[in-house]
């Protein structure tokens, strides 16, 4: 799951690196200004869709597994029928 997270999140980065440096590049700034603000931007991005991946990654499992436990128990709690 980690490399399927890292996947997206370099994808992300590069996207916003690129368009970064093209809106840089659009308005007239420096290179080194265009730069600056697309490598930041890029690892800002990385980091944040880094981390909301794995929240949301977590918070998902976790509710798969709670509704497993709660039928499991549901099932555990109903008297068994006999002929």
Known sequence: MDKQIKSIAI?????????????GAVCGQSSATI?????FGGIATYII????ARLVTHILVN????????KAMANAAKP???E
């Not at 869709?49 to 909301?52: K, L």
């Not at 509710?63 to 709660?70: G, P």
Request: aromatic content about 18%.
């Open 49 to 52: 869709v880094s981390i909301a």
């Open 63 to 70: 509710e798969a597994l709670r509704n497993k436990f709660d």
């Open 11 to 23: 994808r992300f980065a590069a996207l916003v690196f690129f368009l970064m440096a093209i809106t």
């Open 80 to 82: 068994k029928e006999t």
């Open 35 to 39: 730069g600056f603000r697309a490598f």
